[in-house]
């Protein structure tokens, strides 16, 4: 066999294990459930992440309030981040924008990676002392802060970034569809 066919073979087998025979549909449930709570209160969801996640969080911001019809919002607008990077310092960034913006009836959202980024770190250190309901997902070690810490979490076994941050894309958009109750729709 090439080099090529056994990479994408390794590849495609990481992902089967890692979704349909490590699935915990718990795990899902769980996470929506939370989100139910947060409606519950009238609360509203957001989002907060680094690089490709923060992007992961805008899709999901966006498609839980148009799609879902949860109100959601990501913080990733850069005026955002570099006003309050530049004044409170990059790793304080994010406790900043949700001592500003989250009110104790939503919900803030980790994503990330490696679970130990410490502008999110210090984020939902903030959110619990606070007493605001939060999740996250992560990926490569179980035991990074964000999944040992959050009230919610999903945890990916894999230490590939690229893999986790899709897994986490098909997570959150599976979590709308378990809203919607269907995976076919209209989205006008």
Not at 30 to 50: E, H, Q, W
Not at 65 to 78: G, L, P, R, V, W
Not at 99 to 114: G, L
Not at 119 to 126: A, D, E, F, H, P
Request: aromatic share 12%; net charge neutral; glycine share 4%.
């Amino acid at each position: 066999m090439d080099k090529d066919k056994e990479f994408l073979n390794n590849y495609w087998q990481e992902y089967e294990d890692l979704i349909i025979k490590g699935r915990d549909d718990s795990k899902i449930i769980s996470f929506r459930d939370s989100i139910k709570d947060t409606i519950k209160t009238n609360g509203k969801l957001f989002f907060v992440g680094n690089g490709a996640s923060a992007s992961l969080c805008s899709h999901a911001a966006t498609d839980f309030t148009k799609q879902a019809k949860i109100e959601s919002h990501a913080f990733n607008d850069h005026n955002l981040i570099t006003a309050l990077a530049n004044d409170y310092g990059y790793e304080n960034w994010v406790s900043k924008a949700i001592q500003y913006y989250v009110k104790p009836c939503d919900r803030v959202i980790f994503i990330s990676v490696s679970g130990n980024s410490p502008n999110l770190v210090n984020g939902l250190k903030y959110a619990k002392k606070e007493k605001i309901p939060n999740a996250s997902l992560t990926g490569s070690n179980s035991n990074n802060y964000l999944n040992s810490n959050s009230d919610c979490s999903i945890w990916v076994d894999s230490k590939s970034y690229n893999i986790v941050e899709s897994i986490h894309t098909i997570y959150l958009t599976l979590i709308i569809d378990l809203f919607i109750g269907k995976k076919t729709y209209s989205v006008n």
